[in-house]
C-alpha cells in the first residue's frame, strides 16, 4: 500500500554529515507516520527516529540524539534524516519505514520498510 525507497547513503569519515531522503508512493503519505531504522553488521535492528504524521512530534534512539534529526515534507511525500557528527558505530544498513500508527513505532514493528541504503562511516 505504501512503496518507500531511500536514497542518500554512503561513505564518509568520521566527524562528516550525510543527508538520507525516503521518497514514498502509493496512499496519501500524511496519513502515515514515518521512521528510520538501521542494522549494524552482525546486530540487531533498532530504530534510530520516528516522526508523526504531520511532523509534530519526533523521537530518537539516545544514542543519535542531538547528531540525527527527521523531518519531512508531506508535499513532496517524502521523509528526510539528516546525521551530523557521524560515528563509526553508526556504519549500518539504514531502512525508511511508515505505519499508520505512531505506536507502531514503540513497538518495533511498522508495516512498511524500503530496501535499504548503506552508511559507511570510517575512523
Known amino acids: 500500500q505504501v512503496h518507500l525507497v531511500e536514497s542518500g547513503g554512503g561513505l564518509v569519515q568520521a566527524g562528516g554529515s550525510l543527508r538520507l531522503s525516503c521518497a514514498a508512493s502509493?496512499?496519501?503519505?500524511?496519513?502515515?507516520?514515518a521512521g528510520w531504522f538501521r542494522q549494524p553488521l552482525g546486530k540487531e535492528r533498532e530504530l534510530v527516529a520516528a516522526i508523526s504524521e504531520s511532523g509534530g512530534r519526533a523521537d530518537y534512539a539516545d544514542a543519535v540524539k542531538d547528531r540525527f534529526t527527521i523531518s519531512r515534507d508531506n508535499a513532496k511525500s517524502t521523509v528526510y534524516l539528516q546525521m551530523n557528527g557521524l560515528k563509526p558505530e553508526d556504519t549500518a544498513i539504514y531502512y525508511c519505514?511508515?505505519?499508520?500508527?505512531?505506536?507502531?513505532?514503540?513497538?518495533?514493528?511498522?508495516?512498511?520498510w524500503g530496501q535499504g541504503t548503506q552508511v559507511t562511516v570510517s575512523s
Open positions: 519505514t511508515a505505519d499508520y500508527r505512531y505506536g507502531s513505532y514503540v513497538r518495533g514493528a511498522p508495516d512498511y
Open positions: 502509493g496512499r496519501t503519505f500524511s496519513s502515515y507516520a
